[in-house]
């Protein structure tokens, strides 16, 4: 296939979903839509990226990242090379700024999992190739991306569709504010007392998508009630290990359980951008329920990366 051109010009970089307009990220979601057809209609997609290399640098763990990332870049003719940051000593061995200026005179791109989104605004104002961004602790572009590609594909339309979060107001949870500002969805977080998304985060989203209201509540039933998906993550991210036991106590009630699921319409999906704990932020009988979409969602991160490569390396 040869990808209708978009109209606009394309961000450099993929680094938060606010860099993106409204067009520009549905200029992704109907492009992924076509890569995942073409794949599952001849076995292959067209080699859009041939001779094409992207770096996957990780200082954090990865399972989903770095296969969908991997594999994508193969189907696309192109290579991915995985780099961890210990190998590449960022401002130990070398500079960021100089391992930077190394790397993106050798590769196409290069993706990056890590901590602070700082470090990866840093890298991007360094780089000439462009830069992805596969997770920072402020947020999570790829898989807020994936989520909206699985809920059109369930639903048909984005527009007017409603998303409860229940769980910790974490990096997934303001990506996904964000992606429900720019396509028209509702979004409410229902959060325990002390994990509210902060006040500053919630301003900021609310000002880069005019028309958006998040909702906030401490009621997971009532941010439910009305929903037309559900969406929770681990309540222990990376990092926060040792808050474990101090967050299973302060998370009680928060559970996507089969009474949480009852509270909400007959039509609402459930997603979980995983690892998931099955007990404690979802229960194992709604993560198989015919209402999960988790693995849908979770193989959509392939073909939703696909067209951010795509978009912008070819």
């Known amino acids: 296939m040869t990808p209708a051109p978009i109209a606009t010009t394309v961000p450099r970089h993929f680094l938060q979903l606010s860099d993106w307009t409204t067009a520009q990220l549905s200029d992704l979601l109907e492009l992924a839509a076509q890569l995942k057809h073409e794949l599952r209609e001849t076995g292959?997609?067209?080699?859009?990226?041939?001779?094409?290399?992207?770096?996957?640098?990780?200082?954090?763990?990865?399972?989903?990242?770095?296969?969908?990332?991997?594999?994508?870049?193969?189907?696309?003719?192109?290579?991915?090379?995985?780099?961890?940051?210990?190998?590449?000593?960022?401002?130990?061995?070398?500079?960021?700024?100089?391992?930077?200026?190394?790397?993106?005179?050798?590769?196409?791109?290069?993706?990056?999992?890590?901590?602070?989104?700082?470090?990866?605004?840093?890298?991007?104002?360094?780089?000439?190739?462009?830069?992805?961004?596969?997770?920072?602790?402020?947020?999570?572009?790829?898989?807020?991306?994936?989520?909206?590609?699985?809920?059109?594909?369930?639903?048909?339309?984005?527009?007017?569709?409603?998303?409860?979060?229940?769980?910790?107001?974490?990096?997934?949870?303001?990506?996904?504010?964000?992606?429900?500002?720019?396509?028209?969805?509702?979004?409410?977080?229902?959060t325990p007392p002390g994990y509210q998304l902060p006040p500053e985060d919630i301003r900021r989203i609310e000002s880069q998508c005019p028309g958006l209201k998040i909702n906030e509540t401490d009621n997971p039933k009532q941010a439910v009630k009305d929903a037309d998906c559900i969406v929770t993550d681990t309540w222990v991210s990376m990092g926060q290990e040792a808050e474990k036991a101090k967050r299973v106590t302060e998370f009680a009630g928060f559970c996507v359980d089969e009474s949480l699921l009852a509270a909400a319409p007959a039509r609402a999906v459930v997603l979980h951008c995983l690892p998931a704990y099955r007990g404690y932020e979802i229960s194992a009988g709604v993560m198989e329920s015919a209402r999960s979409l988790v693995f849908q969602e979770a193989h959509n991160r392939l073909h939703a990366q696909k067209a951010i490569l795509v978009r912008l390396l070819a």
């Not at 870049?73 to 960021?96: N, V």
């Open 44 to 190: 292959h997609n067209a080699p859009l990226l041939a001779g094409k290399t992207l770096a996957c640098i990780f200082e954090k763990p990865s399972l989903r990242t770095r296969v969908s990332f991997s594999a994508g870049m193969t189907q696309l003719g192109g290579s991915a090379l995985t780099l961890r940051s210990d190998e590449l000593g960022f401002d130990e061995r070398e500079s960021t700024e100089d391992i930077t200026r190394v790397m993106s005179g050798m590769v196409d791109g290069i993706m990056m999992r890590t901590y602070g989104q700082e470090k990866l605004e840093r890298i991007a104002r360094s780089s000439d190739v462009p830069i992805i961004n596969g997770l920072t602790d402020l947020c999570h572009p790829c898989q807020a991306l994936a989520d909206a590609l699985t809920l059109q594909e369930h639903f048909g339309t984005l527009s007017g569709l409603k998303i409860a979060w229940v769980g910790d107001g974490n990096n997934v949870a303001r990506s996904l504010a964000v992606m429900a500002g720019r396509l028209g969805m509702g979004f409410t977080v229902a």
